[in-house]
């Protein structure tokens, strides 16, 4: 049997993996000048030298059981079996994502030393394609709030500011992500939690349209607020992993029929006149005055490319009630499978929307949706004379970490722990498909990134201009402070 070549490396040479590409550490494997065990040995160094200062990834894989798998995944290369998309690639689950034999708590107390006996079909796939799960992702409790801390495993903290927030709820996957713990991570968005994170790490954050990736199991299959997604540091890396996860699997019924190789072509596209607006003030909420003017400074990059950019915002009238009830509904269905003792330890702001959901009639879920009809149908009319909306990923820079949730800011009083996010979930309940994008950094060295909605299922256009917009800015993105030069 042939072996891999084995080439002696420095300690720099090695770290140095960490901060490539997916797809050049892909690249570099089938050119056999990189083993996926050496890609793995450096990510678990960086994870053991990094993560105690973020606490990005609260559950590890198991270091000898992964070595043995990237052995035989080089093994196999050996024969000229290449084992898939992610082939050799760490990629980091999220904790509210089922994995077999492996701890999942949902960042709760009730659910602490939970160890799932089946794998959701996100995992499932990325075994598949190759892929080598390093470990789980932080998240708030059952992924309420952007704020990533719990009881379980506490805080999850900025990579360019350890007092700051890293976001959430996929905080954890993006500081990972950020710090090169793994060049890949799954999460998850119901009211922004790719895309929050994504802009306050400096990293990339897709939220698929409804179904592109399916959940399964789901408690609820019909509903589609919340989504399942990719996270990496740039968009090409994304939709590679997009195309890893994408796709119908016959297991739920909401599913889109595309299959997720759509998403592995060449990304290049010509932009010349295509149409474009930038938010000028969606629904007055507040954004820092910074952010509004560096999200709105990236026109000029649009219209490079040969965009005809406008400013105006469409009409969403109603997402807030539609977006409150419907959570309420999805997390009040799925306290109610618990019993007394595991609803008597979940956050506060859990009990919130349990008693909102138990308030809530069944002519008012009709209601509800009724009007998210009519808000899917505004938002439409509104990107038949626009192809793309860009705003900002988030309203404020990351918040003391120290926090719960802001309680105001602008101006503006704060009663409830999503109220200072709004700009990334009034989009949720549209059912576009938003991808979040690095725009450079603060004044004070934060990261900002902004929104990038399309059209009804074009999550592939979004890419293509995501990618198109992140060759033309050319941003720079040295590694965060935590690491080190």
């Known amino acids: 049997m042939y072996d891999m070549p084995h080439i002696a490396r420095s300690n720099t040479e090695i770290d140095s993996l960490c901060d490539l590409s997916a797809l050049s550490l892909l690249e570099l494997q089938r050119k056999r ?9 450096a990510h678990l160094d960086r994870i053991e030298a990094v993560n105690p200062r973020v606490n990005a990834l609260v559950t590890t894989g198991d270091p000898e059981q992964l070595r043995t798998r990237a052995r035989e995944i080089d093994a196999r290369w050996a024969r000229g079996e290449w084992q898939g998309t992610l082939h050799g690639l760490p990629v980091s689950q999220k904790d509210l994502t089922a994995t077999r034999g492996v701890r999942t708590t949902y960042g709760s107390k009730a659910f602490e030393h939970h160890v799932p006996d089946h794998s959701a079909l996100i995992v499932r796939r990325c075994d598949a394609a190759g892929a080598l799960m390093i470990g789980k992702s932080n998240t708030p ?11 379980v495993f506490g805080v999850t903290r900025n990579p360019w500011d350890p007092g700051k927030s890293a976001g959430g709820s996929s905080g954890g996957a993006a500081a990972s992500v950020a710090c090169g713990m793994n060049p890949l991570a799954c999460g998850s968005d119901m009211g922004g939690s790719l895309r929050n994170p994504a802009a306050w790490n400096g990293i990339v954050g897709l939220r698929p349209s409804p179904g592109r990736v399916p959940r399964a199991p789901d408690l609820n299959g019909w509903t589609t607020l919340g989504v399942d997604g990719p996270m990496a540091r740039n968009v090409a890396d994304t939709a590679l992993l997009l195309s890893a996860i994408a796709g119908p699997s016959g297991e739920i019924a909401t599913e889109l029929g595309e299959p ?41 990059v649009f219209e490079s490319l040969g965009c ?89 820079h990351p918040f003391d970490a ?84």
Not at 33 to 41: P, Q
Not at 319 to 339: K, N, Y
Not at 407 to 429: P, V
Not at 439 to 460: E, H, K, N, T
């Open 141 to 151: 409790e059952f992924g309420a709030g952007s704020h990533t801390f719990n009881d």
């Open 402 to 485: 120290s926090l719960r949730w802001p309680e105001s800011f602008m101006g503006q009083r704060f009663t409830t722990y999503i109220d200072w996010m709004r700009i990334c979930w009034y989009l949720s309940s549209t059912e576009a498909p938003l991808l979040a994008v690095p725009c450079g950094f603060s004044a004070s060295g934060l990261p900002v990134g902004m929104q990038i909605a399309g059209r009804y299922r074009d999550d592939w256009g979004v890419l293509q201009l995501g990618h198109a917009y992140e060759q033309a800015a050319a941003h720079s993105l040295p590694r965060p402070p935590v690491i080190g030069t």
């Open 33 to 41: 000048e990189v083993s996926a065990a050496e890609i793995l040995d």
């Open 260 to 300: 997720g190789s759509v998403f592995a072509r060449p990304l290049q596209r010509d932009f010349r006149g295509v149409r474009m607006a930038f938010s000028q003030n969606l629904a007055g909420l507040p954004v820092d005055p910074e952010i509004q003017r560096m999200v709105h400074a990236q026109a000029a």
């Open 308 to 396: 005809e950019v406008a400013f105006a915002d469409p009409d969403l009238a109603d997402a807030e009630d539609v977006f409150r009830m419907e959570r309420a509904w999805m997390i009040g269905t799925l306290v109610q499978q618990f019993d007394a003792q595991a609803q008597s330890l979940l956050k506060p702001e859990i009990e919130d929307e349990c008693r909102l959901h138990r308030s809530m009639s069944a002519a008012d879920l009709g209601q509800m949706f009724v009007r998210k009809t009519a808000l899917f149908q505004r938002m439409r009319e509104f990107m038949n004379q626009h192809s793309f909306y860009v705003l900002p990923a988030t309203q404020m």
